[in-house]
């Protein structure tokens, strides 16, 4: 380990707000996370869940899982000291496993009525007032798979807001996805302009904008990726700490060096 490893400090210790130890939006409102295909958002997904399921929170948490099958999520949590067989833990963790259940030929003809049932199957027993906490793993994967858009896409996070939900989603920002080809003579595939729009309409109604990204100068056997946290296109003001309801919260802008360890340990570095 380098003299950067010797700073480090465990991943509980993150946080996004200057006050609120909390790693979730208040109800209604939008963390974004993007990242590249070299550094998984995965971790960081179960590490939000592990915080918010030991924390006060009595809100149900719902893992929306588009890429991975439930069994995956199950034996990852279970690294993090979430076992789903006991029930202290199942009453509030629900697992929607679109991936093994999506048939694209199928459930994405009509993308609208798909879009539809998994609001409903998300709303399906939660209902408090304060609405569900809510991650979704790589929605966007949807504009790819089926004749599903950015529009379709942010109507259902729309009927999300409203409902009450804290919703937390996890997007893919690999630049041949949302940058166009200058140099082409060819036109754009839609899905440049399908996963540049919906982005782009995300950064402005998230409160908080998050990137995980590989480092520019390559490998490290010290240092897995860069985590970024910033301050979203929505006011913070607007959605203040559920834990501290008196104060005007503020977003901890910070970037950090994260390492994953392979005995499933992640430690953070200040940069």
């Not at 996963?195 to 402005?204: I, T, V």
Request: charged share 20%.
């Amino acid at each position: 380990m380098t003299a950067i490893g010797s700073r480090g400090f465990p991943i509980n210790e993150l946080s996004f707000f200057q006050v609120s130890p909390s790693l979730i939006p208040s109800k209604g409102n939008i963390i974004l996370t993007t990242s590249t295909l070299e550094v998984s958002p995965i971790w960081l997904i179960h590490h939000i869940i592990q915080q918010t399921i030991n924390s006060d929170n009595k809100r149900k948490i719902v893992l929306v899982s588009l890429l991975q099958d439930k069994e995956f999520h199950e034996k990852q949590l279970r690294k993090f000291g979430i076992e789903l067989k006991n029930p202290k833990y199942s009453s509030k963790l629900q697992i929607l496993d679109n991936f093994s259940n999506l048939d694209l030929n199928q459930n994405l003809k009509c993308p609208s009525s798909f879009l539809t049932q998994l609001a409903r199957n998300i709303s399906s027993d939660h209902a408090d007032n304060d609405g569900p906490i809510v991650l979704i793993e790589n929605l966007d994967f949807l504009l790819t798979a089926a004749s599903v858009t950015a529009s379709d896409l942010l109507y259902f996070i729309t009927d999300l807001q409203f409902s009450g939900a804290s919703t937390l989603l996890f997007c893919n920002a690999d630049v041949p996805l949302i940058m166009h080809d200058q140099t082409s003579s060819s036109g754009q595939p839609p899905i440049v302009d399908e996963q540049g729009q919906f982005l782009f309409q995300l950064l402005h109604r998230s409160v908080i904008t998050i990137s995980l990204r590989p480092l520019k100068t390559g490998r490290a056997d010290d240092i897995t990726g860069v985590l970024r946290v910033s301050n979203g296109g929505k006011p913070l003001n607007y959605a203040k700490s559920d834990l501290t309801p008196s104060s005007t919260d503020r977003v901890l802008e910070k970037e950090y060096l994260y390492l994953l360890n392979s005995d499933t340990s992640i430690r953070l570095f200040y940069r």
